[in-house]
């Protein structure tokens, strides 16, 4: 069985950091990129980051850019993602995928994501 476990997530004041992490089971995820997206109740879930295989790559969002980091420790089969920096508008529910492989667009789309993490919350107050 297949399972992301994100963790890390919480509340933070305007201009604060958080780091998630996001534990991989079930699947080697060495071999497939790896993303974060985040969902607003209402909203469509976006990409905001993702990284190749092998950590060469890492794309950001334009919203996220300069703020967040995205990196992964494949012997240790997580995904990280750190937030430095954080706004109000960057309150959401924050998911980590393993992407299908052979994906590497950016902008990442949900379409490409072959699992999903349950999703972890994270809210920053102004």
């Known amino acids: 069985q297949v399972q992301l476990v994100e963790s890390g997530g919480g509340s933070v004041q305007s201009g604060g950091s958080l780091t998630l992490s996001c534990s991989a089971s079930?699947?080697?995820?060495?071999?497939?990129?790896m993303g974060w997206f985040r969902q607003i109740p209402g909203k469509l879930r976006e990409g905001v980051a993702s990284?190749?295989?092998?950590?060469?790559?890492?794309y950001y969002a334009d919203a996220v850019k300069g703020r967040f980091g995205i990196s992964r420790d494949n012997s240790k089969a997580t995904l990280y993602l750190q937030m430095n920096a954080l706004k109000p508008e960057d309150t959401a529910r924050y998911y980590c995928?393993?992407?299908?492989?052979?994906?590497?667009?950016?902008?990442?789309?949900?379409?490409?994501?072959?699992?999903w993490g349950q999703g972890i919350q994270v809210t920053v107050s102004s």
């Open positions: 995928a393993a992407l299908k492989p052979g994906s590497f667009d950016w902008p990442i789309s949900t379409g490409a994501v072959q699992f």
């Open positions: 990284i190749t295989p092998t950590s060469v790559y890492s």
């Open positions: 079930g699947y080697t995820i060495s071999t497939v990129c």
